[in-house]
């Protein structure tokens, strides 16, 4: 069965610094496009970043771009993403997702266009 778990949050004060991993249980891991997205508490789930299969692309939001890092290492089926300069509205929880085909910034900004969801990790940054 195909998982994503995710783990690396916690409780963070602004400013600091979290790095989350996701582990992939996807045979096709390697070909597979990953991404993270995050939901605050009555808000709308939206996207953060996306990385292409073979690591060479990536692609942003706004509101994170510059200070969060997606990366990922093929051989241990594992996306990260290395938050920095964390905000109190960064709080949120953190879901990987994976989808195979074509990198697209578009397709990658889709969640419900995913192939597959992990359960999400809890990022609380305090003021």
């Known amino acids: 069965q195909v998982q994503l778990v995710e783990s690396g949050g916690g409780l963070v004060q602004a400013g600091g610094s979290l790095k989350l991993s996701c582990a992939a249980s996807v045979r096709t891991f390697s070909s597979d496009n990953m991404g993270w997205f995050r939901q605050a508490p009555g808000k709308e789930r939206e996207f953060v970043a996306a990385i292409s299969w073979s690591g060479g692309s990536t692609h942003y939001a706004d509101s994170v771009k510059g200070r969060f890092t997606i990366s990922r290492d093929n051989a241990k089926n594992t996306v990260y993403l290395q938050m920095n300069s964390l905000k109190p509205e960064d709080t949120a929880d953190y879901y990987c997702?994976?989808?195979?085909?074509?990198?697209?910034?578009?397709?990658?900004?889709?969640?419900?266009?995913?192939?597959?969801w992990g359960k999400g990790t809890l990022v609380t940054v305090s003021s």
């Open positions: 997702v994976a989808r195979g085909g074509t990198f697209s910034t578009v397709t990658m900004s889709n969640y419900d266009g995913m192939h597959y």
